[in-house]
Structures are given as structure tokens and as C-alpha cells.
């Protein structure tokens, strides 16, 4: 059966110019998979040419309430127990209760999806700690996504209109080279930008600091927040770094320092802190640390080192340091040597 919502109706929904039926009505056919990928089209589109309109919120869940109240006015008289004809209807008052709500809460949910322009905008792939998985892009290019990180990508025209993605964590990119040598770029937050042209590179990006490590091919990396219009060029080899207090280093590794870094098992450290060290663990590995003297977080630690686990990186960083690092689970104290 052909669909009576169009997008005249659905423009003039967002607009707030539809009856209680035809909202009702849009939810419904908004829950199918098909129509409400149809609706972020169109949602896009009304954007574009509304791009001061902004969606009453306050009002629409003002509207719900009544919506609700109506269906308790007008509700049917109740038959006696027992009684029954063959007009009544087999749907009662609390099942038409329990669909207006679920309508509505549905309906409220499509609201905040339209105010945050991430959600229908963007589409996005994630990560839990201690997880990875591999992505195919749209247009070709593969992606593996390091523990606990996001990725978003434009939801329509990626690899047509532009190749820009959004990184919060750490991920390999495997990037295809196009026809029309369109340009691949990671951006993260406010940092740096990657800028590529077909490579292969890791780019971890979080708050305690980034680094890009690149492998094959040659990219650019465009510097924000302190470095504005600063740029640095990489060859295979090149780790640069970005900590959390705004100072870059550039470092060339070896190939075996290469392997061990897509893996995850390298960790690169330039007069880090052990508090900082910590902070960056429990960001992709969930730990929380606990120190028993406030000098023992700031003590440093330079130089590449490769382990298959955090415990064997623990185990690496006490016999540097001589300190006692105990970790029960996700919790992890850090003491001085037992005598």
C-alpha cells in the first residue's frame, strides 16, 4: 500500500503546522527502517533550506501531555464484566494508552535526534574498552578501531562530496586512493587534523595526548590550538607526538616498532609522568589508579617500549622506576617497594 506521508507533510511537521493524527502518523511510518533513513534525508534537506529554524522542544512535549490527556476524556464507556459485542473495540483503554505513550516517547526521541546534528548527520562507529574491530568505509578505504574510541563519518556523501572523519581514541586507517585524488582527513577535536592522499597510518587521539605513527605513503598534519597554521609533513617511519600540555615531538621508528604499534603493544614515552601514564591507560583500558604518596606521580619515564599486556608494561615500568605497582581487576595502586 502506497504511503500517504510526503515530504510536504513531513516539512511542514518539522515546522510544527500538523494536526495530532498526522504526528501520529509520522511516527508510525517513521519506525521502519527504510522511511527513517528517508526522514533524515529529508530532515537534511529542510535544514538546508531553514538553517535558522529551531525545533520548539518545550512545546512539542508540552503537546504530548495533552495528547494524553485527550485519550483520557474521550475514552470509551466500559463494559461490564462479561459483556461483549461485536462492535467493541478489541483494543482497551490501557493498550491505546500504552501505544500513545510509546508513540510519543518515539516521537520525543525523533526530536532530540534532530537537535543534535551528530546523530543524523553522522554516522558512527564505536568501541568498548579493551575492544577492537575492523570497518569497511564506503568508499573503500578500511579502518581498525582501537579500544574504547568513536569514529564518525558524514552519513550521505562520503567519498563523493568529501572524505572527512572524526576520531575521539585510537585507529588504523587503511585509506583508498580515489580517481580524483580527493584528499582523506581525520580530524580530532580542536588538536591536529590528518591530511592523506592513499597510506596507511595510526592516529590516537585523546586527552591525555595524540600521536600518528605513519607507515606507507605520506600525510600532512594541519595543527590547531597554540600551532595555528603550523604544518608537518611525515615519511614512513615518523611518530609525531602531541601531549596533553600542547608540546610536539617528531621521532622516526623501525619497521618491528611499526608492526608492534598497529598491534597496539608499542608505548612511546618522552619524560611522560606516571600520573599521565595512568590517565592515558584508563582511558583505553578502563583502570583506575591510586597513588600512596603524591611524589610518586610525578616521576618520569623516557624511551620505546613494546609489551603483549598492561600488566607486562607494568611490570617493565616498576623495574625502571623501583616502585611497587599492585593491580587488583581495574584498580591499581602504585606504592614504594616493599622493604
Known amino acids: 500500500m502506497k504511503s500517504n506521508i510526503t515530504k510536504e507533510l513531513v516539512f ?5 503546522n500538523v494536526s495530532a ?10 519506525c521502519e527502517r527504510a522511511n527513517e533513513e528517508q526522514l533524515y534525508r529529508w530532515l537534511e534537506e529542510f535544514e538546508t533550506l531553514h538553517p535558522e529554524y529551531d525545533a520548539d522542544l518545550e512545546n512539542a512535549v508540552r503537546n504530548y501531555h495533552v495528547f494524553l490527556a485527550d485519550l483520557e476524556k474521550n475514552d470509551d464507556p ?7 459485542t461485536d462492535l467493541q473495540p478489541l483494543v482497551t483503554r490501557r493498550s491505546w494508552l500504552r501505544w500513545g505513550a510509546a508513540a510519543g516517547i518515539a516521537l520525543l526521541l525523533g526530536i532530540f535526534s534532530f537537535l543534535s546534528r551528530d546523530l543524523w548527520q553522522l554516522k558512527t562507529y564505536t568501541t568498548q574498552i579493551g575492544e577492537r574491530k ?22 550521505w556523501g562520503f567519498g563523493s562530496e568529501s572524505r572527512d ?3 575521539s581514541g585510537e585507529a588504523f586507517f587503511n585509506v583508498t586512493h580515489t580517481a580524483t585524488d580527493q584528499r582523506f582527513v581525520v580530524k580530532a577535536a580542536r588538536k591536529f587534523e590528518v591530511e592523506v592522499l592513499g597510506t596507511e597510518f595510526n592516529v590516537i587521539a585523546r586527552e591525555t595526548g595524540s600521536r600518528v605513527i605513519l607507515k606507507k605513503g605520506k600525510v600532512q598534519l594541519n595543527l590547531q590550538d597554540g600551532h595555528e597554521g603550523q604544518k608537518v609533513d611525515l615519511r614512513p617511519g615518523d611518530v609525531f607526538t602531541l601531549d596533553n600540555r600542547n608540546n610536539t615531538s617528531l621521532k622516526t621508528t623501525t619497521l618491528p616498532e611499526l608492526r608492534d604499534a598497529w598491534q597496539g603493544h608499542l608505548y612511546i614515552f618522552d619524560k611522560t609522568s606516571l600520573s599521565e601514564i595512568m590517565s592515558q591507560l584508563g582511558e583505553e583500558h578502563g583502570i583506575k589508579a591510586e597513588f600512596t604518596d603524591r611524589e610518586l606521580a610525578g616521576h618520569t619515564i623516557s624511551g620505546k617500549f613494546t609489551a603483549e599486556s598492561i600488566d607486562e608494561l607494568f611490570e617493565l ?18 606504592s614504594h617497594p616493599r622493604s
Open 78 to 84: 466500559v463494559t461490564p464484566a462479561g459483556e461483549r
Open 317 to 334: 615500568i616498576q623495574g625502571i622506576l623501583a616502585i611497587q605497582i599492585t593491580r587488583r581487576g581495574d584498580n591499581v595502586t602504585i
Open 21 to 30: 493524527m498526522q504526528r501520529q502518523a509520522i511516527a508510525q511510518w517513521a
Open 12 to 16: 511542514s511537521y518539522f515546522m510544527g
Open 165 to 167: 572523519v572524526y576520531l
Open 134 to 155: 575492523d570497518f569497511l568505509l564506503p568508499d573503500g578505504s578500511s579502518v581498525r578501531l582501537g579500544s574504547n574510541s568513536v569514529l564518525k563519518i558524514p552519513r
